[in-house]
């Protein structure tokens, strides 16, 4: 089941949530939908599943037009947050709530139900915990449940709002892989919502990164990485140095490095991640000079904090071959070379 997103806007009052928001789903597609809080992402997924009204635009599955098309209407199973599994319920009886309630001529007869829902258990790899109560679940174990519920019903699109975003980090990141590895399998058309970079970039076919309620990429986890569209995904996926610099005769000019510039630009800001830039004792006219002030280690990789000339900080990664090589110490000079920049310019 494909989805097709087109020129929708929602206001809050004098808010705009999503202006105007263009986006195609392919079918069995996995899309994450990454952004700062507030940009307007649980409100999309709550557009295209039935449970908010669009002012403007349609939503369309599988080419056919369902934005007047009742929640109950779209077949979407959803997964929140904070999804409370009904508490007075096992497990098995919440995974099977789904097919319970269906009208009498569409529910499945009492042996299908045990069937399916085991089945359903099994895949998420909980069916051991089927007598339990929701209460005497870890916090993963009751998203994988809250998972197998809503695949219950067999739905064509799974909205997934910050499935594992109350979890602790070792948690969730096993469960995203889960999560990669039973989407491989099934191929349900799925769209989940994180603001957090890892997460999208690690589990989804293709990232749409937004912002104040409007896209500002969308495409696969290397190119929204690898060739941000604007300023702020490059700000948004993984740290990055900024340098400002005025442009003379079409280059940029940081510290003793130029970079080539657009020639009817007046300013530029050239982006450099922490992990791209090269470091040396020897003077070099054509690199940036600074101190370092402060070396750390993060875990496999060691950061160094360098005092440029103006005042600012430069943070430079190395991985620790690189920190054992090169015996890196605090009050040292050095010398920086981008080894990868992106220059963003600003008309004259
Ligand atoms: N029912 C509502 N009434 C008024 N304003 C709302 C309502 N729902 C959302 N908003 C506002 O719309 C904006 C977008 O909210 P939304 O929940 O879509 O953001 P989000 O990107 O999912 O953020 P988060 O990651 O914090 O959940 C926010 O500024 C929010 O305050």
């Not at 875990?299 to 160094?304: H, W």
């Not at 103006?310 to 981008?338: A, C, H, M, S, Y």
Request: one cysteine or more; hydrophobic letters at 40%; glycine letters at 6%.
């Amino acid at each position: 089941m494909s989805i097709e997103v087109k020129n929708i806007a929602k206001r809050f009052g004098a808010f705009t949530a999503l202006d105007n928001l263009n986006l195609e789903v392919n079918s069995g597609e996995l899309l994450a939908l990454l952004g700062p809080s507030g940009c307007g992402k649980t409100t999309l997924l709550r557009v295209i599943a039935g449970l908010e009204t669009p002012d403007q635009g349609q939503i369309l599955f599988h080419g056919e037009d369902a934005t007047d098309t009742h929640v109950r209407e779209r077949q979407v199973g959803f997964v929140f947050q904070h999804y409370a599994l009904f508490r007075h319920m096992t497990v098995f009886e919440n995974v099977a709530f789904g097919l319970r309630v269906r009208p009498k001529k569409t529910r499945p007869s009492e042996s299908v139900i045990k069937e399916k829902v085991h089945a359903l258990l099994n895949m998420v790899q909980l069916d051991w915990l089927a007598d339990r109560f929701p209460a005497q679940l870890s916090g993963g174990q009751r998203q994988r449940i809250a998972l197998a519920r809503a695949l219950a019903v067999e739905p064509k699109v799974l909205l997934l709002d910050e499935p594992f975003g109350a979890l602790d980090t070792k948690v969730r990141k096993e469960l995203r892989r889960w999560l990669r590895r039973l989407h491989d399998e099934m191929h349900i058309t799925s769209v989940f919502v994180t603001h957090d970079q890892e997460e999208a970039l690690e589990v989804a076919d293709r990232v749409v990164v937004m912002n104040k309620g409007q896209i500002e990429q969308i495409g696969t986890p290397e190119q929204v990485y690898d060739t941000p569209a604007t300023p702020f995904v490059y700000q948004f996926l993984g740290d990055v140095n900024l340098f400002h610099s005025r442009v003379h005769e079409g280059w940029a000019e940081v510290g003793g490095t130029r970079f080539a510039a657009p020639e009817n630009s007046a300013a530029a800001t050239v982006y450099v991640r922490p992990h791209e830039i090269d470091l040396s004792r020897l003077a070099n006219s054509s690199a940036i000079e600074g101190k370092i002030i402060h070396v750390r280690l993060l875990g496999a990789t060691v950061r160094l904090e360098v005092e440029v000339a103006n005042g600012d900080i430069v943070e430079v990664e190395l991985t620790r071959e690189r920190q054992q090589e090169g015996q890196w110490k605090t009050d040292e000079t050095v010398f920086l070379t981008p080894r990868e920049a992106r220059v963003y310019t600003q008309p004259a």
